[in-house]
């Protein structure tokens, strides 16, 4: 297509929403606010860190001795299971209804200074395997459940400590109720997968491909909101996780790795992002139509102290973003897959 270098919108086929894209606003001289920025020396432990080995948690609990991932209830859930009913009113305006769920946390690795792209290929894979493992597990409860993780202080964490997250609940969530929307009218529009077109699309095309290898793509999407946004997709028609073999999950834990080394490389910095999987409803419906994939949302735009605002035209219109998605690809693409501290290392 011609003349993307000037002011244009694309549509998102997963959310039905539109994104601004004014690639020409990047050259704009930067007076607003910077981010403050130090890269934190931390230690391999840290006694007083609620997720670390041998500590003891808010709640009395003394984490184990582990030495790959852990996994506990959230002390302070956002979800809990044995909440009560709510009668919501019939009213067309004033709309409730309860909410039960559970909420847990992951550590990735008993190690307090260690974030994905310093992780090693096998500990990844623990990782991995993790996510599997506790998605089959909730998935026998819950519809609806969201793997996730908040990176950086940025991004509202509030712990250096590598971890994520999971909540599950009987409701689907708005983001996820949407996008089995869009991909189930797809399906019948066409008789293929929304994300599976999508795939050939983006193979054929290759300028906004940053990563891939035989089970699994890594795209900035033609639709991003987010600066360096990245959407990854497995290759294979699998819904969920309880449906990834063995060689689906180490090629995730390699092109996790190299994702998230481009991202720390990008500005050399421990980079902040929000990333979550979005599997089919496991609600016993026919989910033909979904293909299992995570979204990366970074909020970095020129440098480690300046981001992404969504604010103004974002909140009252739609998405804008400054360069385009082709252009971020491109970027990531040339970043070297050694991650800078350990650059000069053997």
């Known amino acids: 297509m011609k003349n993307l270098e000037f002011p244009h919108r694309r549509r998102n086929p997963l959310s039905g929403e539109w994104v601004l894209v004014s690639p020409h606003r990047n050259n704009r001289p930067w007076n607003g606010a910077l981010e403050s920025h130090s890269e ?48 919501s009113a019939k009213d ?63 991004m509202g964490c509030s712990q250096p400590h590598p971890h994520g997250q999971i909540w599950a609940h009987h409701h689907l969530s708005t983001e996820v109720e949407r996008e089995d929307v869009h991909q189930a009218g797809y399906y019948r529009q066409h008789g293929r997968s929304l994300l599976g077109d999508y795939i050939e699309r983006e193979l054929d095309q290759q300028n906004r491909i940053v990563e ?33 073999n063995q ?30 999987w979005h599997n089919g409803p496991a609600t016993g419906q026919d989910n033909r139509h979904w293909r299992l994939h995570a979204h990366f949302y970074p909020p970095l735009l020129r ?17 804008q973003r400054d360069l385009t998605p082709e252009k971020a690809a491109a970027v990531l693409r040339q970043l070297p897959l050694t991650h800078y501290k350990e650059e000069g290392h053997d």
């Open 212 to 244: 891939q290898n035989e089970n699994w793509l890594a795209v900035v999407p033609y639709w991003a909101a987010w600066p360096f946004e990245i959407l990854l997709i497995v290759r294979a028609e699998v819904s969920d996780f309880t449906q990834l």
């Open 247 to 276: 060689a689906q999950q180490h090629d995730l834990a390699a092109i996790l790795k190299n994702i998230t080394t481009r991202y720390d490389n990008l500005f050399r910095c421990r980079f902040p992002y929000s990333m979550g």
């Open 303 to 319: 440098s480690a102290t300046i981001k992404k605002h969504m604010v103004g035209y974002e909140m009252l219109a739609e998405s």
């Open 40 to 87: 934190p020396h931390l230690p391999s432990y840290e006694q007083d860190c609620p997720l670390c080995p041998k500590v003891e948690r808010a709640n009395g609990e003394v984490n184990p001795d582990y030495t790959n991932t852990f996994v506990f209830n959230n002390d302070f859930a956002a979800l809990l299971p044995d909440s009560p009913e709510i009668m």
């Open 92 to 154: 067309d305006l004033l709309q409730a209804e309860s909410s039960q769920g559970c909420a847990r946390v992951i550590c990735f690795s008993p190690r307090h200074d260690k974030t994905l792209p310093e992780l090693s290929l096998d500990e990844l894979t623990h990782v991995v395997s993790t996510w599997k493992s506790q998605y089959q597990a909730l998935s026998q409860d819950y519809a609806c459940i969201q793997i996730f993780e908040n990176k950086g202080e940025m």
